[in-house]
């Protein structure tokens, strides 16, 4: 993806990032560079390379899903927020400001987005799968009774979601959970910690995978899906 000279250095995008791209920067050496906009809110460059999810999602599903999709709601926010008072806002705090207003519908949609794919990127990696150890192992067992169940649970919630939306992995009150939302909507809007998410829009999937969502999510589950992030999300007070 070519950088565009005009924007912020990548120093400065960091800088500007905090509330998004800061935890993605610890011991990442294969980055895309970022494609830079213009506005507040900042695409965050992509935790590893467009090929690095390959084979369960292809360089072209990336490209598309991250340069397009991804940066589109970036660029759709920025223009929607510039000049008001959001716009000084750091990202999770318009997500929940916006959300259930009718009148502002669009910035939300726009904003959760944003965030949701944001999160989506670092809930993957290459090498993932397999299972957390520590504290979440031990919360997964107490809560679901195995690792296998709750990997079901996510599977069912990502392939029950009727249309867009999210499958995610939750504190909700102290209790881990398994919940699905519809299109942006996301947990920070019922006061819910996400751990780790799996996004069942088709554009994430329907290049490689056609109408098989299930195949999809059971591939990222076995294979990618990054459960250091989630403990790390879940050691987070
Ligand atoms: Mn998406």
């Known amino acids: 993806m070519p950088h565009n000279g005009a924007g912020p250095t990548r120093r400065e995008v960091l800088g500007m990032g905090a509330a998004v791209g800061v935890a993605m920067v610890t011991g990442m050496t294969t980055r895309t560079a970022t494609a830079a906009t213009t506005g507040p809110i900042v ?27 991804h940066k589109g709601y970036v660029d759709k926010l920025n223009g ?42 670092r809930s ?34 990502a392939t029950s979601q009727f249309g867009s939306g999210w499958a995610w992995l939750v504190v909700d009150q102290g209790a881990l959970k398994v919940v699905k939302t519809g299109n942006a909507d996301n947990p920070l809007t019922k006061g819910q910690k996400p751990l780790l998410t799996i996004d069942v829009w088709e554009h994430a999937y329907y290049l490689d995978y056609q109408n098989r ?6 591939a990222v589950l076995d294979s ?14």
Not at 44 to 53: D, I, R, T
Not at 125 to 150: M, Y
């Open 43 to 69: 695409l965050p460059p992509l935790p590893y390379a467009e090929s690095a999810l390959e084979p369960v999602i292809s360089a072209r599903t990336v490209s598309f899903h991250y340069g397009k999709h």
């Open 80 to 121: 929607l927020i510039a000049g008001g008072e959001l716009a000084d806002l750091p990202l999770e705090k318009i997500v929940t400001k916006t959300a259930g207003n009718a009148d502002q519908v669009a910035i939300f949609d726009n904003a959760a987005q944003v965030w949701n794919h944001d999160f989506y990127w």
């Open 124 to 157: 993957l990696k290459p090498g993932g799968g397999g299972k957390p150890s520590g504290d979440l192992a031990r919360a997964i067992d107490a809560t679901f009774g195995s690792h296998d169940e709750v990997k079901k649970q996510l599977a069912t919630a």
């Open 224 to 237: 990618l899906v990054n459960w250091d992030f989630a403990a790390e999300n879940f050691a987070r007070p």
């Open 213 to 218: 969502r299930a195949d999809h999510v059971n």
